[in-house]
Structures are given as C-alpha cells and as structure tokens.
C-alpha cells in the first residue's frame, strides 16, 4: 500500500474527527477514485476516508458489525457534512493481500484466503445490519436494465444466508506474513449470497497473480462440499452482466 506525505487541512474536517488527528502526519494511501484515503500516524494510526455524503455509511455499520467479531478494524468516528462523508477507521497491523511478500508466494496465498473466506462466512448472520444483500444485488441489477432471465439456464435460487464481505478481493485482506488480521473495505457487506464473495475471489487471484492456477486450491481450501457449481455460474454470469 502505496503512502506519501502530504500536507492536509484539518480545519475542513468535521471536529469530532478533528481531534483525532490534530498534530499527526499525514499520508495519502488513495486507491481509488471515488474516495481519498489518507494514513494518519499520530496518537492513532488509523485511516480517514472521504467520498461523497452518503456513500460510507454502510461500511461504517458493517466494520462496526465485524469488529465485534474480531475481524475488522474498529470504526472510531463517522461523520457527514452537506458534500462528504468521513470514516475515521483504526489502522490493522500488517500488509494486503496484493503485497509482495503474500504475492511471492501464490499457493499458501490462494490456500488461507479460500480459509479466511470461509472464516467470514460461518460467522452468525444475527445482528447483521443488513440482511439481503443478495436482493439488492438483483434488484440493482434490474435497474441498470439486466434481464434476469437470462440467469434461468442455472438450477440455482440466490439466497440471503451469509455474512459477504461483498468486495473479497487481495487488497481487502489485511494479514502479517499470512496471518489474519482482519478485513477491509466493507461497505458492500451484509447478508448475502456466498457465492458472490466466492466469484470474487477467483476473480482477484486471476488477475493479481496473472493466472488461474491457483482457483482449486483457493476452492479446496474454502471447502467444495460447501460450493454449489450452479450457485458459482450463476454470480459468474451475473457479475459478467453487470461489468
């Protein structure tokens, strides 16, 4: 993860937040172009993310949800104005999946990330802010014009019985030398389909590792009896839909 120096006005951020940061060096992380994040070294090490009003608010609830399960940093402040959003989120020890030293060594790397995948998805669903992530999906998905019929050739109905991360993908996973430190990026969470995490784990290992060799063992490591085949064609086809 990628961080340089900047200068960064405080006074532009909501004072709850303010507080946190007051004196601390600041550097920007962004990886995105939707949301600025920037690392805060200070009294805490921790994350502040901006994105436009309305757009972290549920990865708030859904780091909040997780880190009562000691798999997601604590959410220490969120907070809106009329333009933005900030999330103020405790920095996890450790690197992301895509650093070079997990990268280096692609078979462990797909074989604890189909386990920490299936870690997530055997937590308790009770409590879970939000509880059809899997609707959401498909009704999203009908929005933006998709015929959902098309997904009729799968023997295979979605269901809502799961706790997703919803974007499982390397850079999402933080671990030190492959253990597990807790999961990022969370604001496409909830209860969900397991499949969909499942199509997106593939997915990252193909194009982070720039093969497919290692899907079996990310899959055996998940656990095949718990993969429905025509569950995983059916999010493969609908996340092809929705590209």
């Known amino acids: 993860m990628k961080r340089t120096e900047v200068s960064f006005d405080i006074e532009t951020i909501p004072l709850t937040i303010r507080q946190f940061i007051n004196g601390a060096t600041i550097y920007d992380s962004s990886c995105s172009e939707h949301a600025k994040t920037l690392f805060v070294s200070g009294s805490e090490r921790a994350f502040l993310k901006i994105s436009k009003r309305g757009t972290l608010e549920r990865e708030y609830h859904m780091t909040k949800f997780l880190h009562q399960h000691n798999v997601a940093p604590n959410a220490i402040a969120y907070e809106s104005d009329l333009d933005y959003d900030y999330l103020f989120t405790e920095a996890v020890s450790g690197e992301d999946g895509t650093a070079e ?63 997703i991360h919803g974007d499982y993908c390397l850079p999402n996973i933080i671990m030190d030398h492959f253990s597990f430190k807790g999961f990022i990026d969370l604001g496409y969470g909830g209860v969900g389909d397991r499949h969909y995490d499942i199509y997106w784990g593939i997915w990252t290992l193909n194009y982070n590792l720039k093969t497919d060799t290692y899907r079996d063992i990310f899959l055996d490591a998940y656990g095949r009896s718990n993969i429905d085949d025509d569950g995983l064609n059916y999010f493969t086809k609908l996340n092809k839909l929705t590209d």
């Not at 299936?118 to 929005?143: F, V």
């Not at 014009?145 to 050739?153: A, C, K, P, R, S």
């Open 101 to 163: 030293l997990h990268l280096e060594n692609p078979r462990k790397l797909a074989c604890v990330f189909g386990e920490y995948l299936k870690m997530l998805h055997s937590l308790p669903i009770e409590g879970c802010p939000y509880g059809n992530r899997t609707h959401e999906l498909l009704n999203d998905a009908q929005i933006n014009g998709i015929d959902l019929n098309m997904l009729n050739e799968f023997s295979y109905s979605a269901i809502d019985n799961v706790v």
